[in-house]
C-alpha cells in the first residue's frame, strides 16, 4: 500500500471513530448560544488558527452566529507576544472583548494545551478564564484533548489512528466537523452559494 492510500484509510477510521453524540451535544450548545445572544469565539494556534478563521467565516455567514477569533487580527496579536508574552495573548483579548457567561470558547488544537508540558499556555489561561466568567467551552482536539478536554462542557477528542500522523488528522477533522457543524439543521440559516446555483 502507498502512502496517499495509508493516509486515506487513516482518515475514513478517524472520522468512523468520531463520538456522534458529542457532535449532537456540540451543536445542540452552538444552538442555545444563537437562541440567547451570546458570541463564539474560536481560539487555536498554528493551523489549528487558520481552521478557526475559515470557522469564524462560515458561522457568521452561514449560521448567522455572531464568531470572532483573536488570530484574525495580526496587529493586536504581535503587539501582545511583544509586550506581554505568549502565554498572555487570548486572556487578555477576550477580556477587552468582554467574555461573559452568554457566550462559548470553541479550541481547536491538536493537542488541547498542557502547562506541564508548555503546550499552549495561551489555550490554558483563556480556558481558565472562561470558567471564571461562566462561559460555556467546547473543543476539537487531538490525542487526550489536554485542558481543553478537562474542563469542556463536551469536546470532540480526534482518535489518535498513526501516532506519526497525529497533527494531520486532528487539524483535517476540525474542518470536516465544522463543516458538519454549520450545515447542521439546527444551526444552518443560510444556503450556501453552490448549493444554490441550480
Not at 13 to 28: G, Q, R, T
Not at 118 to 142: E, Q, R
Not at 147 to 168: E, G, K, L
Amino acid at each position: 500500500m502507498n502512502y496517499s492510500q495509508l493516509h486515506i484509510n487513516e482518515s475514513i477510521e478517524v472520522l468512523k471513530k468520531i463520538d456522534i453524540n458529542k457532535l449532537e451535544a456540540i451543536a445542540n450548545l452552538l444552538a442555545k448560544i444563537k437562541d440567547d445572544g451570546g458570541r463564539v469565539f474560536f481560539i487555536g494556534v498554528g493551523g489549528s488558527a487558520a481552521n478557526c478563521s475559515h470557522a469564524v467565516n462560515d458561522f457568521r455567514k452561514i449560521a448567522g452566529i455572531e464568531c470572532y477569533t483573536p488570530t484574525d487580527n495580526v496587529s493586536e496579536l504581535t503587539a501582545r507576544v511583544n509586550d506581554e508574552g505568549w502565554a498572555s495573548i487570548f486572556v487578555e483579548w477576550l477580556k477587552i472583548s468582554k467574555l461573559s457567561s452568554k457566550d462559548l470558547l470553541f479550541i481547536m488544537s491538536v493537542g488541547g494545551g498542557s502547562l506541564d508540558n508548555n503546550i499552549s499556555p495561551n489555550l490554558v489561561k483563556a480556558l481558565d478564564h472562561g470558567k471564571f466568567v461562566g462561559s460555556k467551552i467546547t473543543g476539537i482536539v487531538g490525542r487526550d484533548g489536554g485542558y481543553t478536554a478537562q474542563v469542556a462542557d463536551v469536546c470532540i477528542i480526534v482518535p489518535t489512528i498513526n501516532i506519526d500522523t497525529v497533527t494531520p488528522h486532528a487539524e483535517a477533522s476540525q474542518a470536516v466537523l465544522w463543516h458538519l457543524l454549520v450545515s447542521h439543521p439546527r444551526l444552518k440559516e443560510n444556503e450556501t452559494k453552490w448549493e444554490s446555483v441550480k
